[in-house]
């Protein structure tokens, strides 16, 4: 039942995943004066998460919003196919999603985090499963994705990841990014290694696959092979991390966000990650410093969300081919070639595209010279639908 006499706040997100967590904190931190409300279902800020992002990922004004939730940072990383390994001497930084819930829970009143589902929005009330309608000037939702999108054709990543206990160490001082040197199983797979300390591993097992079907069982075991091929003596594990996440090869953006919902989004409710790697970190801190920053806290609030969601969805045309060539032009096994080639560019370019700031020049670069898939199936991939 509506409250006789609601409270009114100013903005209210609904959705306390990484995109909702980042803007509350940014809101709190840049306009204080904001009677904010953060609505989340779970009982953690951030579910069960590790995001991982690049240094050159991050725009120096908008650094301050990250840098107190990383917990680990390496100067380099590596990147394992079967043809070459190679080293990048750029950052790579690490947050847990416990970091984030401790800092939105720090920056907020208890009372500005509510644990509730939400049933409807409007652009400025949200109705709650107990019945209960909270009023604001402006509502943002943040919930993230429903599967498959609506209008978005996708393949997808999935994965499990599990952090091991090594005592007598891994012997690793840096990450790997990518080791595609393990069977490709269920289309294009690698095992990615986080080294928290000596002696603590994570170590995640993903695929780029067909289906959204998840065999947790079967991908921990994988990761125990993969342990016992690299000689650890696994004594423990923890920090258990599953997940299926879409990556768009087109669409139709009208269709994902129709011109007629005028409720504000952000995150991946709004499309804002990155089409091939369903990278989404780059995305949110961009998009809460500019909510922070920039915004209008009112009804207007959804247009102008959609119209950062459209431009971005305009700005991913080249992103989502590469989806395509992915997908489409090469076989599920062979698909690694594709990114062992794309390994051998240039670092600065490597860093630009995970970044989402891929220049003119660097398409080109990208797609210069034979491509290491069927060339008439590559051809096929470029003329489908953006």
Request: neutral net charge; aromatic residues 8%.
């Amino acid at each position: 039942m509506d409250l006789a006499s609601p409270p009114l706040h100013s903005l209210i997100i609904v959705g306390g995943g990484l995109a909702g967590g980042l803007a509350a904190l940014a809101i709190a931190k840049h306009r204080p004066d904001v009677g904010l409300t953060l609505v989340e279902a779970g009982k953690a800020i951030g579910g069960n998460h590790l995001w991982s992002f690049f240094d050159t990922d991050v725009a120096d004004e908008a650094r301050e919003l990250v840098t107190p939730l990383v917990a680990h940072r390496w100067p380099g990383y590596q990147v394992h196919f079967p043809a070459h390994r190679r080293h990048l001497a750029q950052g790579y930084n690490s947050i847990p999603s416990e970091r984030l819930d401790a800092a939105v829970r720090a920056a907020l009143p208890p009372a500005a985090v509510v644990r509730a589902a939400a049933t409807a929005l409007t652009p400025t009330s949200v109705t709650l499963d107990d019945g209960q309608t909270l009023h604001a000037t402006a509502v943002l939702d943040a919930r993230g994705l429903s599967a498959p999108p609506a209008g978005l054709t996708c393949g997808w990543q999935k994965f499990v990841g599990q952090q091991l206990t090594i005592p007598q160490g891994h012997g690793l001082a840096e990450p790997i990014v990518m080791d595609a040197t393990v069977d490709q199983a269920d289309g294009y797979r690698f095992v990615y290694c986080l080294p928290f300390s000596p002696t603590e591993m994570f170590v995640e097992d993903t695929y780029y696959s067909d289906t959204p079907d998840l065999a947790p069982d079967r991908l921990a075991e994988r990761i125990t092979d993969y342990a016992i091929t690299a000689g650890w003596q696994v004594a423990g594990r923890s920090r258990f991390e599953t997940g299926v996440l879409p990556v768009v090869m087109g669409g139709d953006f009208a269709t994902f966000w129709p011109a007629n919902d005028p409720v504000a989004r952000a995150g991946a409710c709004a499309g804002l990650f990155h089409p091939l790697t369903s990278y989404s970190l780059p995305d949110a801190v961009r998009f809460a410093h500019w909510l922070a920053t920039e915004a209008v806290l009112d009804m207007t609030l959804g247009p102008a969300t959609r119209a950062r969601a459209q431009a971005h969805w305009h700005g991913g045309a080249f992103d989502r081919l590469l989806t395509r060539m992915l997908f489409r032009a090469a076989d599920p096994p062979l698909r690694y070639r594709i990114l062992e080639r794309f390994y051998r560019l240039p670092a600065p370019l490597i860093a630009r595209f995970y970044s989402g700031r891929n220049s003119l020049g660097d398409r080109v670069r990208i797609l210069a010279g034979k491509p290491p898939v069927s060339i008439g199936r590559a051809l096929a991939a470029l003329m489908e639908p953006k």
